[in-house]
């Protein structure tokens, strides 16, 4: 069996975890299981000799926060399960959960040979389609993927396909089954479909942050111009606080010279150590104790005190950035920093 969790299968996690669990706590799981899930999971239980102490508490903590996050999801959707999730975990941990949790509830997702497609093969496919059309599929694409392809439509088609992608709620399985079907003629392959929630603003915002600098502005400017409030709640949504984490320390000490102490006393207020510990190392010792005063100074805070503060410096760091101060890392050549 892997040593590394990470190449362990499904049906392997399974079945370390039901072992960890013990009898009577897995029985009340396996038995909601289908059966042919149970034989898979028997039968890897049954195979198993010994499990280290280390993977079985790593797996136990991977099935808490899939719960915790399929929990989020069903109370307040995914930005709501992005943000909570973000705090606890870093925005990095965070989406790695997510993106489990969405494939693993999403057995049969439409458009699945386009995600396994390379990006050139589709933009050849794709380009003459219609701007809706397009939208669709890039709502079912891996985010950087989708990136690739809206940085090579023309500039014009890249901002209706984003206006699109932003507005799409809920499609007929009816409209997909349609496309799926010119995709099969293609790509010669089946995609079977089904009814899902898909687009808007924060999947937008995940393929805005593959692209390249000149889209995402080419972007964000006609959206502004076609519908500022959506522009506005895009950019407020490309980079978020907990998002600091990313920068470099050059970059974080510039923009602390730019926020006021009490706006970042407020907005460390709940946040993970991995985000505070990335203030208080970019600061003077003196300065950094100062802060840890400040904060406890302050005791319970209202949340939207704290979003507040925290917007604040976002809008502080997309000036910055704007301004080419400190840099972003993004998809495509932005993403490289010299």
């Not at 943000?83 to 941990?93: D, E, M, V």
């Not at 600098?213 to 972007?219: D, F, H, L, M, S």
């Not at 005791?299 to 604040?312: A, F, I, N, W």
């Amino acid at each position: 069996m892997p040593k590394d969790n990470d190449k362990l299968t499904g049906v392997q996690k399974a079945a370390i975890l039901f072992i960890t669990l013990g009898p009577e706590a897995s029985a009340g799981i396996i038995k909601r299981l289908p059966e042919a899930e149970i034989q898979k999971i028997t039968y890897e239980i049954a195979n198993i000799t010994t499990v280290k102490q280390t993977q079985r508490q790593d797996i136990l903590q991977e099935f808490i926060e899939m719960n915790k996050a399929r929990d989020y999801l069903l109370e307040g959707g995914m930005e709501y399960a992005r943000n909570l999730l973000g705090r606890a975990l870093g925005p990095q941990r965070a989406k790695e959960i997510l993106d489990k949790v969405t494939e693993a509830t999403q057995q049969y997702r439409p458009f699945s040979i386009a995600r396994k497609a390379d990006a050139h093969q589709l933009m050849s496919v794709i380009s003459n389609e219609h701007p809706q059309t397009i939208a669709l599929i890039l709502c079912y694409l891996q985010s950087d993927k989708a990136g690739q392809l809206l940085s090579s439509l023309p500039e014009d088609i890249q901002a209706e396909v984003a206006y699109r992608v932003a507005t799409m709620s809920n499609t007929s399985p009816m409209v997909i089954k349609e496309i799926e079907k010119v995709l099969d003629s293609k790509l010669s392959s089946v995609v079977r479909s089904d009814m899902t929630i898909i687009g808007g603003v924060p999947t937008l915002v995940d393929i805005l942050n593959q692209v390249d600098r000149t889209t995402e502005k080419n972007i964000t400017e006609n959206l502004e111009r076609e519908d500022p409030e959506l522009a506005e709640k895009v950019k407020e949504s490309m980079f978020i606080f907990e998002d600091i984490i990313s920068l470099g320390d050059v970059s974080i000490q510039r923009i602390l010279r730019e926020v006021e102490v009490k706006d970042l006393a407020l907005a460390l207020k709940g946040c993970s150590e991995e985000v505070s510990e990335a203030i208080f190392k970019n600061q003077s010792k003196r300065a950094a104790a100062s802060l840890k005063e400040d904060m406890e100074f302050l005791g319970p805070v209202r949340l939207m005190d704290v979003e507040k503060s925290q917007q604040k410096i976002v809008a502080v760091i997309r000036r910055l950035d704007e301004s080419g101060e400190i840099v972003i890392a993004r998809g495509g050549e932005d993403a490289i920093v010299l």
